[in-house]
């Protein structure tokens, strides 16, 4: 059964093809609200709960073109996770190397214990996200056409005051779930990758890594990067949504190009959405990827999707006053940069941890099996 589009909402409540559908209990935009009674339907509701629109079905936030190397290291398959954003401790030589060892071996024991759990709170933290976007949508329609509020409210099984709720409580619990997945997978990960960079630049790791040597100067640029790229996570998530929900409106005009409600709030959307990406690009001013002496193989010949070097990763700031700009095109691609750029930085730091690790003659560890939704 497919679920109702923003497309059949919008014709079954302003007039329009309807197709037939059967009838279905209990919305998914009321299901972020437990114990709430249902609302009031004093007209027979026929139709399915608000979706997202197809064409915002996008890929999760990880990489479907995952280099083997990082796949392993994280122990999920392409696609069935979020690629995390880790902020590291400087490299240099563990007084106890033996400890650290200990440290590194447990690390990795706690990783795979929190991955299956990790994955139910990436789980959570898409659903929420999604029911947001349905509940924005449906409040833009509401201010777009005041006179057929009531009936919005009914095809979509919903009420003002749910919509209110769930715009309030999505973003809270957005920020519950994935401070638990950060908390017993992304801890554990980033101490993995910590104590295998430690080792590296032990002079007691020779034997086992002849060329730890060159390979530690290559360890101090990823974690300097890494580190500051997760300082702007947070911001790179948020324009993430609010492009979705400019994407959403887009769509919208596209279907009611005489409405001066529409566009005056995809105008307001964009300003916000272009001042956002103004202030990252000057927030990642100069942040690149550096340049390394070769390409790291972990054992034999990899088969990861490489990057040049010369490719454009540094992130040029811009005027703020291109914001006011409205018939300059949209450009949103610093959203998308930057996360390539994490993924990159985290493939190099996955090639030196399995590096380690194989010298040290530790057992590779397995792929936990995560359903695609995560």
Known sequence: MEPITLDQLVDRVLGGPTPTVAPKKGSK??????GRRRPDRDAPVTQEPLEPMENLDRPGPAGRDLAPELSALLGFAPGRGPLPWLTLGPVFAPDNPQACLRDLRTARADQVRGLGRAAVSWREARRLRE???RASVLSDLVEI????????????EANAGAVRRVLERVPRGILKARGHASEVYNSPLARRIEGALLLLAS?????AVPEAPKLR??????VKLT???ADVEARVDHLDRRRERYETLVRLARRLPESVVVADLMTREARRLRAGVVE???LTHGVQFPDLDGDLVVSGPSDAQGSSVGSVYALDAIQVHEVENEDQEMDTSPIDDLRRLNQRALTELAKLTLRVERGLKLKPLGQVEIPRAA
């Open 29 to 34: 935009l009321r299901r972020v609200l437990p």
């Open 131 to 133: 029911i947001g976007l």
């Open 145 to 156: 056409f005041p006179d057929h509020e009531a009936a919005f409210f009914r095809v979509a």
């Open 203 to 207: 002079p007691s790791i020779r034997g």
């Open 217 to 222: 100067p290559r360890a101090v640029a990823m």
């Open 227 to 229: 580190t500051k790229l």
């Open 280 to 282: 990252l690009r000057q």
